[in-house]
């Protein structure tokens, strides 16, 4: 299994450009989370699904979107970037939703907006 | 406000010390997650515990429930365990989402 990958590796985006970060898993999880990791600060949750057809927002969701059309994929939209969202972009998933259950990360993606 | 601090936010050590990372969390929590934040920035779970306490190797988590903390323990320290390290709670107030700490950074000298 390759586990949770994601696409790109590194992205630099121009002010008000927008891009889509890849996220797949192949664990056939149900639940999926996107995360922004900034400079010490604790990873803060975007977005969730418990399934296909289902999201919801987490802490910080503003100036993001999400689809989830298949179990496997999880893709997090950027409309408008700003340089607020330059951080690093982890995705992970679970078997079972939330804290009780181990949480597989992908690589993630680091974005630079300028 | 449900909340996870970590003690310290650095950490050196030679090769070979016992080393303790710390985590405290405001309220009652139903589950506690340690990962490992490598150098390149790829993240790993460690462990995940609500009671007593969990060994992998030269790792060791336990958890106080009623003083709301948690401990890791890395024994015989090796340049290896470089890494950032991050406790992460579950708070049982329906939204079943974790809250991360901001993480200890450990580098262990040869």
């Known amino acids: 299994n390759a586990g949770v990958t994601q696409t790109p590796k590194f992205r630099i985006l121009k002010i008000g450009q927008s891009m889509t970060l890849q996220c797949t898993q192949d664990?056939?999880?149900?639940?999926m989370y996107w995360y922004r990791q900034d400079p010490g600060m604790g990873l803060k949750l975007i977005y969730y699904?418990?399934?296909?057809?289902?999201?919801d927002k987490g802490e910080v969701p503003n100036g993001y979107n999400v689809s989830r059309s298949t179990t496997e994929d999880f893709p997090l939209r950027l409309e408008l970037a700003a340089p607020s969202q330059t951080s690093v972009y982890f995705c992970?998933?679970?078997?079972?939703?939330?804290?009780?259950?181990?949480?597989?990360f992908g690589p993630g993606t680091r974005l630079t907006v300028t | 406000k449900n909340e996870v601090e970590q003690s310290p936010q650095n950490l050196t050590a030679q090769e070979g010390e016992f080393i303790t990372i710390n985590c405290s969390y405001s309220?009652?929590?139903?589950?506690l997650h340690w990962l490992q934040q490598h150098p390149g920035g790829g993240i790993v779970s460690l462990f995940m515990?609500?009671?007593g306490k969990k060994k992998h190797g030269r790792l060791i988590a336990t958890i106080n429930i009623q003083e709301k903390h948690s401990s890791l323990h890395i024994t015989a320290s090796h340049p290896r365990d470089s890494a950032v390290y991050i406790c992460?709670?579950?708070?049982?107030?329906?939204?079943?989402?974790?809250?991360f700490g901001t993480g200890t950074r450990l580098q262990v000298f040869p």
């Open positions: 992970a998933s679970s078997y079972s939703f939330g804290g009780s259950y181990e949480q597989y």
């Open positions: 664990m056939n999880h149900n639940y």
């Open positions: 699904s418990v399934g296909a057809g289902i999201t």
């Open positions: 309220v009652g929590i139903s589950a």
């Open positions: 515990l609500s009671s």
């Open positions: 992460a709670a579950r708070f049982p107030d329906n939204t079943d989402k974790l809250i």
